[in-house]
């Protein structure tokens, strides 16, 4: 196979040398391990933080062009974790925040059907936003409590 010049619909062995004791799911010896180059690579070109008035939470919204896959392949992990993926266009990906450990969302990848995006390394690696400094102030959750009191005398009850 040629390694300089690659066209769309190629297919060739891949040959995948772990750093680990885990097991490689692809044997290559057993059964062939085929791989589909693929000329056209999603690109990102920004990528922000959005509030969802509707359903009342954070959003991740990934632009660019080229984008492939469904809901299902694609993810954002925000150190290590996965966000719900909300909709994917051509040209727009949407994650919810749903799985995070404070207030800043940092150590980000993305990840389509067919990898990481052109584009990666300079706009979603090293990529940070704050919800207390950024948009904090200005989003207030409204929390109602509501509950049944079944004595007078409840003393230091802390809510």
Known sequence: MDTTSKTDGLQGKLIVFLKTSEEAVCQP???????????????VTDMVTEWDETNLYWTVVVTGTGFT?????????????????????????????????????????VYFDVGLPKGFDTVVRGKSFNFRQDSYQSRQTLVQLVAQCW???????DL
């Open 29 to 43: 010896d057993n059964a062939p391990c085929q791989f589909n180059y693929v000329a056209n690579i999603p690109e």
């Open 69 to 109: 896959g469904t809901p299902a392949t694609t993810e954002l992990n925000v150190a290590g974790r996965p966000q719900t993926t909300v909709s994917v266009t051509s040209t727009k990906a949407i994650f919810r925040v749903s799985d995070i450990s404070g207030w800043t969302l940092s150590n980000m990848n």
């Open 151 to 157: 004595s007078p005398e409840l003393k230091d009850l």
